[in-house]
C-alpha cells in the first residue's frame, strides 16, 4: 500500500522526538556520577568468611537524636532476613522510597540482614549445611545474644525462603515466627519455566568443568524466561522517560542490582539443583542436608506466606503448597499483585508489605 506524504511527515516528526528523547536521556545519564544503593542506615554486627550480618537502624539509633513513637505497639522480637545466593539483597534497599528494608524499620521492626557476599574460588566446595548450619546458624546465635532471647523471627526471599524452610524444620526452638516470600515449595509445577530450564541441566558436569558457577550465566538463564520483556520492552520503556531523571536513575540502579550476580559455589549449586529443581525434595519429603533430615510437616511455628501473583519466576502455584506440606496450625497466606521484584521495589507494594510484616509480628508477639 502506497504511503501518503502525512505518514511521512508523521514519522520524520516521530524521529526527531525519539532523538531529543534520547539526547535528552543521554545527557541526565552525563550527570549521574555514581549509582547509589543501600540507602538505609545499617550497622555491621558481625563477619564470617564471606557473609556479612547487617543491622539496620532507626533514626534514634543512626543519629542519637531522633525520638521513638511510643504509642505504636510494634514487635519486640527481631527480625532475621535471610536473601538469595544467586542475587545481592539491596534489590530490597534501592532507593529510601523504594525500600522493604527502611519500611520494615520505619514500622519498628528490629531488622537484621544476612549477606552471603560473593565467592571465589576457595568456595568452590561450601555445601549447603555451611550455608546453614554453619553460617546461619551464627547469624542467629548472635541476633538471639544480642537481644537476650531464645528465639529470632526469620523471614526467607526467594531461594532463602527455601533456606528458611529448611532451617526452622531443623532448628524448630531457635525461631518464633517464620515469614516466606516468593518462595518455590513444589519446584515441578507446569508453570515454572526456570524449573524446566533447570532439570535439562548435567550439573555434576557443569560443576566439575568450571568450579564455582558464573553468575553471569545464571543472569542470562532468567533473563531467557522472558527475553521480549525482560529486554526490549524494558529499554523502550526507559526511551519513552529518558526526560525523567528520577526514573532514569531508578533505572540504572535495576541494571546495577541484576547485572551484580554471585558466583554460585559449586558445591551447593549442585545440591540445590539436585535436591529441590530434579528431586523436588520438599514435596516429596525426602529432603536431608548435612545429616539433618528436613520434612515442611516439622514446621510447626506460624507462618505468613507472601505471594507475587504475577511472579514469573517463583509463580504463585508453587509457592502455594507450603500451606497443606508444613505442620503450622497458624498459617496465613499475603498475596500481592506484583512481579517478582515489582513487589520490593513498588513504592506502593513494599510499604503494604512491610505493614503487613510488621502487623502480624505483632499479632504472633
Known amino acids: ?69 511510643n504509642t505504636r505497639i510494634t514487635p519486640t522480637t527481631p527480625l532475621l532476613i535471610v536473601y538469595a545466593l544467586v542475587n545481592r539483597p539491596y534489590m530490597m534497599d534501592l532507593e529510601p522510597s523504594r525500600s ?51 528465639s529470632v523471627n526469620l523471614l526467607g526471599v526467594c531461594q532463602g525462603g527455601v533456606f528458611s524452610l529448611c532451617y526452622t524444620a531443623a532448628r524448630p526452638k531457635r525461631i518464633k515466627n517464620l515469614i516466606t516470600m516468593v518462595t518455590p515449595v513444589d519446584f515441578h509445577t507446569d508453570d515454572n519455566l526456570l524449573s524446566q530450564w533447570m532439570r535439562t541441566l548435567d550439573v555434576e558436569a557443569m560443576v566439575d568443568a568450571l568450579g564455582n558457577v558464573p553468575g553471569e550465566l545464571l543472569n542470562f538463564t532468567f533473563l531467557s524466561l522472558k527475553p521480549f520483556d525482560l529486554t526490549a520492552i524494558k529499554y523502550l520503556d526507559m526511551i519513552d522517560h529518558a526526560d525523567d531523571v528520577e526514573r532514569l536513575e531508578m533505572f540504572m540502579r535495576m541494571e546495577k542490582w541484576i547485572n551484580d550476580s554471585p558466583d554460585q559455589a559449586g558445591a551447593a549449586f549442585a545440591e540445590f539443583v539436585r535436591a529441590f529443581f530434579i528431586n523436588n525434595a520438599f514435596v516429596n519429603d525426602n529432603l536431608e542436608i548435612g545429616g539433618h533430615r528436613i520434612s515442611l510437616a516439622d514446621i510447626t511455628v506460624p507462618l505468613l506466606n507472601i505471594i507475587a501473583s504475577r511472579d514469573h519466576l517463583v509463580p504463585p502455584s508453587s509457592s502455594r503448597p507450603l500451606e497443606t506440606l508444613c505442620g503450622s496450625s497458624d498459617y496465613h497466606v499475603h498475596e500481592e499483585d506484583a512481579g517478582h521484584i515489582g513487589l520490593f521495589v513498588g513504592s506502593s507494594s513494599s510499604r503494604r508489605v512491610a505493614q503487613t510484616i510488621s502487623n502480624w509480628l505483632v499479632e504472633h508477639e
Open 1 to 69: 500500500m502506497t504511503r501518503s506524504p502525512l505518514d511521512h511527515q508523521l514519522s520524520a516528526k516521530q524521529l526527531l522526538e525519539l532523538s531529543e528523547k534520547l539526547g535528552t536521556g543521554f545527557r541526565h545519564l552525563s550527570d549521574v556520577e555514581t549509582i547509589e544503593v543501600n540507602p538505609t542506615p545499617r550497622e555491621v554486627i558481625r563477619k564470617d568468611d564471606k557473609t556479612i550480618l547487617y543491622q539496620y537502624l532507626t533514626a534514634s539509633e543512626n543519629t542519637g537524636d531522633g525520638e521513638d513513637d
Open 100 to 150: 522493604m528494608l527502611a519500611n520494615l524499620v520505619r514500622e519498628g521492626v528490629t531488622t537484621y540482614l544476612l549477606d552471603w557476599g560473593y565467592p571465589d574460588a576457595s568456595d568452590e566446595f561450601v555445601t549447603l549445611d555451611d550455608y546453614l548450619f554453619d553460617y546461619l546458624d551464627s547469624a542467629v546465635d548472635t541476633v538471639m545474644n544480642r537481644h537476650s532471647c531464645n
